[in-house]
């Protein structure tokens, strides 16, 4: 399975992007998925995570209110929409396919990762 992780680019403070990720090779409909993001200089986090059905979602806290996680299992692809961007969001975004049908908010669950993609969010 691949997975290509795209919709990065620079926003000012306050602005929107949605990024996707769509999987080639395999189907993401059984499984869950999450979104990660690294910082320069800082160890990779969780995000978003969405079960198999997208009938349940999770977020990290910076994150909540802010970042909604969604797909589209016909599409084979995921998405996070994310509205009133911060500087400290500044990161390179990675989507991951993980292990089952669930998601977790450990790396370690996850198998398949897409290539990144960087968002930069300026004051």
């Known amino acids: 399975v691949q997975l290509q992780a795209y919709g990065g680019g620079s926003v000012q403070a306050g602005g929107s992007l949605r990024l996707s990720c769509a999987a080639s090779?395999?189907?993401?409909?059984?499984?869950?998925m999450g979104w990660f993001r690294q910082a320069p200089g800082k160890e990779r986090e969780f995000v978003a995570g969405?079960?198999?059905?997208?009938?349940?979602?999770r977020y990290a806290e910076s994150v909540k209110g802010r970042f909604t996680i969604s797909r589209d299992n016909a599409k084979n692809t995921v998405y996070v929409q994310m509205n009133s961007l911060k500087p400290e969001d500044t990161a390179v975004y990675y989507c991951?396919?993980?292990?089952?049908?669930?998601?977790?908010?450990?790396?370690?669950?996850?198998?398949?990762w897409g290539q990144g993609t960087l968002v930069t969010v300026s004051s």
């Open positions: 991951a396919r993980a292990r089952h049908s669930w998601y977790s908010v450990g790396d370690y669950d996850y198998d398949y």
């Open positions: 090779g395999g189907t993401l409909s059984s499984y869950g």
């Open positions: 969405i079960n198999w059905s997208g009938g349940s979602t």
